[in-house]
C-alpha cells in the first residue's frame, strides 16, 4: 500500500484527494504546481485515524464505517467553526 501525504511533483503537502463514483477513480489534485492525477480505482486506501478499510463514497461526504470519522464533505464549516477534513473538500 502507498501513503499519499504530498504532490509526487512539487512534493508540496496541500493536496485534495477525490473519488468520483461515476468514473470510479480516484483523482489528486495539487494546488500548489496546478496538476490533476488520475488514480488506478484499485488504489487501497484507509482511514487515517483507525486505518479501517470500509471507506464509504456518498454524494456529500466520504468516511470511514468503521470509526464514522469524515474524511471529505461539500462543507468547511460547521456551527460557525472551521473544520479540517483529512481528504479535504468535495467539489
Known amino acids: 500500500m502507498i501513503k499519499i501525504n504530498n504532490c509526487p511533483i512539487c512534493q508540496d503537502e496541500n493536496i485534495t ?20 492525477y488520475y488514480l488506478s480505482k ?8 483507525c486505518q479501517g478499510k470500509d471507506i464509504r463514497f456518498e454524494e456529500d461526504k466520504t468516511f470511514c464505517g ?10 468547511s464549516y460547521v ?4 473544520i479540517i477534513l483529512d481528504w479535504g473538500l468535495i467539489l
Open 17 to 36: 484527494l477525490r473519488y468520483d463514483n461515476r468514473k470510479m477513480q480516484f483523482t489528486l489534485y495539487c494546488s500548489n504546481c496546478d496538476k490533476v
Open 42 to 49: 484499485k488504489v487501497k486506501i484507509e482511514c487515517p485515524n
Open 66 to 75: 468503521e470509526c464514522g470519522m469524515v474524511l471529505s464533505a461539500t462543507i
Open 79 to 82: 456551527g460557525g467553526f472551521k
